[in-house]
């Protein structure tokens, strides 16, 4: 369902009337995870400035070690719900099991399936059953066509307002986190019909590497990419090296916008 062969044109999806897939690159910003109200609100406020309306930030948050911080949960969604009410904004987080997906669809105007359930199928065929838009993440050793069989399980219950995200696959490079796999992008584009965005946050897992990552995703032609931001990521809860501050956030825009390739 999802290919191209079947239907030429492209998807457009919509969160709350921002488009994902028109024709022009848009932006997912937030931070990693939900740690309080005021912390969401900053980041939210920077994004409003700008004219970003894309909220995204983990509640439940799949950390590899059980003694990581793992997410406020509902509490989360409920922060997310209020700061987007407050500013006028999308939510998009993170569910990681079926029994989440009708509470969690309360607050989140886009459900994200993370990297690490890219093949959970029980969770895929939920988000399928919903009737909001989802976001799925490449797995973390996933291949290109092990990730459009898994965007056909959501698409196949009948939800077709769904985004592909890459987020880095793991290779033998140990200079990132993960090697952004830039080519998978016009893969995807090319074979399937889906809008395709890219994180910069996860695929380097450098803060240093955010722009140039950013800038590679837009000229290729990826729909959106998503990049953290955290108030104050030395003290934040978990991907301290990663996320960007709210000033680097605004060089990270103005950066962009003075290459030409932002508007
Ligand atoms: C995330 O986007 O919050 C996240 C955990 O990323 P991934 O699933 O790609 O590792
Ligand atoms: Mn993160």
Redesign the pocket.
Known sequence: LVSRKRQPEDTMVEIKGEKIGDGEQRFVFGP??VESYEQVFEVAKAMRARGERLL???AF??RTSPYDFQGLGVDGLKILKRVADELDMAVIS?IVTPAHMEIACEYVDMI???????QNFALLKEAGAMKKPVLL??G?AATIEEFIHAAEYIVTQGNEQLVL?E??IRTYEKATR?TLDISAVSILKQETHLPVMV?V??SGGRRDLVLPLAKAALAIGADAV?V?VHPDPAVAL??AAQQLDIAQFHQFLDALIASGLYR
């Not at 994200?112 to 890219?118: D, E």
Request: some cysteine; overall charge positive.
């Open positions: 990693c995870a995204r930030g983990g948050k799949p993170e994200q399936i993370g990297a690490r359930n890219m993440k490449r973390l995200c987020r880095g993960n994180d946050t996860h998503m953290e978990s991907d």
